[in-house]
């Protein structure tokens, strides 16, 4: 079942257009990893399907509700934001708030959760991301990959349909990715349902049930990981991948 459709997302800054119409279909359980050069449109792309930006054109159907992207209330922005949750290349924590402090804020203020309750949620998510004992410290006092976990449980509290990575371990240094993907890989077997915008190939091809190529704002390419990654169709997926293959090399 589709828990995601997204028709003609078109968006333009200025003179500049960035997505030109993207179609996306996500099942339950899915995990679509987005590729492509800087400038493709990825991030602008993600950051529409949870109206950080908002969309000159385009429809969604979430959960089986639809929505015009282009003339979205406000009310159904809340909606589909209660149903994304978004990691952000930076973390973006609060750092005069603790960890587990980051993790609940959504649900007692956003939902008006009991802190009790928000907080056992809090403290089992940031177990399993591998931070118990860590409630209490402050952003501060974490290394970059620690910080990253800390978004992805905030991320996960919500118990949202989809979870929407921007590049989250483009921030860190080489030594700290592997912990970060080793959760997202974690919770992908346990079909929580993502769409990821990285450049890590190797996570792409374990963990993909789809992978997108994009270029130029628009989808070039869409397959399997073995497809996209053993069997490319289009020159600009094989110029891509060439180059980006050859630098992890």
């Known amino acids: 079942m589709a828990v995601l459709e997204v028709r003609n997302v078109k968006k333009v800054f200025g003179d500049n257009v960035i997505l030109r119409g993207i179609d996306l279909d996500v099942q339950k359980g899915n995990v679509i990893v987005i590729l492509g050069p800087s400038g493709s449109g ?3 792309f993600l950051r529409c399907l949870n109206l950080l930006e908002k969309p000159d054109e385009g429809s969604m159907v979430l959960n089986g509700r639809e929505y015009n992207l282009k003339n979205v209330k406000n009310k159904e922005k809340l909606e589909i934001r209660r149903n994304t949750s978004f990691v952000f290349q930076n973390y973006n924590l609060f750092v005069n708030k603790t960890v587990l402090s980051n ?56 118990n949202p349909e989809v979870i929407l990575f921007d590049e989250p ?22 079909g929580v349902t993502m769409i990821v915008v990285t450049h890590e190939m190797q996570f792409a091809r374990e963990v ?7 270029a130029d704002g628009v989808v ?15 020159e600009a997926t094989r110029k891509f991948l060439k180059r980006i293959l050859k630098e992890e090399s």
């Open 103 to 158: 993790v609940t804020l959504g649900l007692t203020v956003g939902r008006h959760m009991k802190k009790e309750e928000a907080e056992k949620i809090g403290k089992e998510l940031l177990d399993k991301v591998g931070l118990a004992g860590k409630y209490d410290y402050y952003p501060a006092q974490l290394s970059g990959g620690m910080q990253q976990r800390v978004g992805i449980a905030r991320a996960m509290a919500a």
């Open 208 to 214: 993909a049930s789809q992978v997108i190529f994009m």
């Open 169 to 190: 371990t483009s921030a860190l240094d080489p030594e700290l990715v592997g912990e970060v993907l080793n959760v997202m890989k974690q919770f992908a077997k346990q």
């Open 220 to 234: 070039v390419e869409k397959g399997t990981p073995e497809e996209i990654f053993d069997h490319p169709k289009e």
């Open 42 to 44: 990825k991030t602008t």
